[in-house]
């Protein structure tokens, strides 16, 4: 039996949570208090069902059932029947808590209900609700029908009935599910702080460019685009916002520590792409600055973010935030890495990274690069993360 889906929040994510939903032959809701916000998710859908078509991806009568499969609405008690309701609203846990103690009084008690929040405790979200075996969090990624990656995040309270249920129902969406810890930033968004941050530092250190610093990425590690590239895309406010959201939610853990020139940036309005300007000017007459391609500059810049990319994913495993497969297929179908870091670092081999680790901490002083406690335990063995 098909499922009705109810998605709450008609934005970026909503949208398309809905047309995967609906693609996948569920019946969809999509509510959200603004008519506006209505609007633009139902005629932003139909745009991209129609280039769809043009590109022969989809034909016509795929396009209309997608269409048929989804009701817009502002009427949140329309949705009493569903299976599963998403909530996609903004980013508050005060608003986020209202609206789950809402949904509890007008779905059934066999409906799941899940949250997308990227920044927020899961646990937190459920407090308000009498029933919290049902409430999970699951965060895609956008956008939505192209990122394969879904984090299921269950409470201490979460039924695993249902967690089984819904692998299978996203499963069934071809999404790639992972299980993460309800901890700030769960998988992706904790392992890949050091992209970011490891490379503001190079740079803050007058070692490289911004140009080189990406060109040493995806010369050295074939990463699709370099991190500056990546946040300008991302958008530099969001990308801020969730470092300052795992800083804060891990004591301030010097490691997650924000940048000074990302929040500069940030209050200059320098988004990136979507204000036209952040690391790099996406005017029309602009540039693109070249970088220095020298080799040996080029390895040390990528060994010492793989170095830290590898100590956060070995810290989150030693901090059972996911199992091993979990963390490297995250990372490789949540943003694109070209290999899972625990594999990776098996390759790069164990010693290599710690040793980087300790130098820059001997250089530095900085506790941001003290190694894993599991990294040099797995050195001490001559062990490796898949042995
Ligand atoms: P958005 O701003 O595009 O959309 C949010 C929508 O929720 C708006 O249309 C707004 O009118 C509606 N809304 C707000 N309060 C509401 C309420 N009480 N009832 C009904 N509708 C309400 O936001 P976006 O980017 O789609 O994010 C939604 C959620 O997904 C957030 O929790 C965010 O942290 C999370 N998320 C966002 C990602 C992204 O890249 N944008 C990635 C993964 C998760």
New binding site residues.
């Given amino acids: 039996m098909n499922q009705l889906i109810s998605v709450?929040?008609?934005?970026?994510?909503?949208?398309g949570i809905a047309q995967v939903a609906a693609s996948n032959g569920c019946e969809v809701f999509v509510?959200?208090?603004?008519q506006q916000?209505l609007e633009n998710?139902q005629s932003k859908l139909q745009s991209i069902l129609s280039r769809l078509v043009e590109k022969e991806k989809i034909d016509e009568n795929k396009a209309k059932t997608i269409l048929s499969n989804i009701k817009w609405t502002d009427k949140?008690d329309e949705i009493s029947k569903s299976n599963l309701v998403i909530e996609?609203?903004?980013?508050n846990l005060e608003?986020?808590k209202?609206?789950f103690l809402q949904l509890e009084s007008i779905v059934s008690e066999d409906c799941i209900l899940a949250?997308?929040?990227?920044?927020?405790s899961v646990e937190k979200i459920a407090s308000a609700c009498k029933l919290k075996t049902r409430i999970m969090g699951i965060?895609?990624?956008?956008p939505v029908p192209l990122m394969k990656l879904v984090e299921v995040i269950p409470t201490e309270e979460t039924d695993g009935e249902l967690l089984i249920k819904v692998n299978s129902i996203l499963e069934g969406w071809d999404k790639s599910v992972v299980t993460a810890k309800d901890t700030p930033g769960f998988i992706v968004n904790r392992v890949a702080r050091p992209f970011y941050s490891e490379a503001l530092k190079i740079y803050e250190e007058g070692i490289a460019d911004f140009a080189t610093i990406d060109w040493a990425m995806k010369e050295f590690g074939g990463f699709r685009m370099g991190p500056f590239e990546l946040m300008d895309y991302?958008g530099n406010d969001?990308n801020y916002f969730a470092t300052k959201a795992v800083y804060d939610g891990t004591n301030q853990d010097p490691r997650y520590k924000p940048s000074i020139i990302q929040k500069k940036l940030v209050d200059e309005g320098l988004l990136g792409r979507k204000s036209g300007k952040g690391y790099y000017d996406y005017s029309e007459k602009a540039v693109k600055p070249k970088p220095n391609q020298d080799g040996i500059l080029g390895e040390e810049i990528f060994n010492r973010v793989i170095a830290m990319l590898i100590n956060a994913a070995a810290d989150a495993l030693n901090g059972s935030i996911a199992t091993r497969d979990d963390i490297d297929t995250a990372m490789t179908t949540g943003v694109n890495y070209p290999k899972g870091l625990l594999k990776w670092a098996d390759e790069i081999g164990l010693d290599s990274p710690v040793t980087q680790l300790k130098e820059l901490h001997t250089q530095s002083g900085d506790e941001r690069y003290v190694a894993s406690p599991l990294l040099i335990k797995l050195v001490n063995e001559n062990s490796t993360f898949y042995s």
């Fill in positions: 709450i929040g008609a934005g970026t994510m909503g949208s509510v959200d208090s603004s916000a998710s949140i996609a609203i903004i980013e608003i986020k209202k609206l949250t997308n929040t990227s920044s927020l965060h895609f990624f956008n991302i969001i």
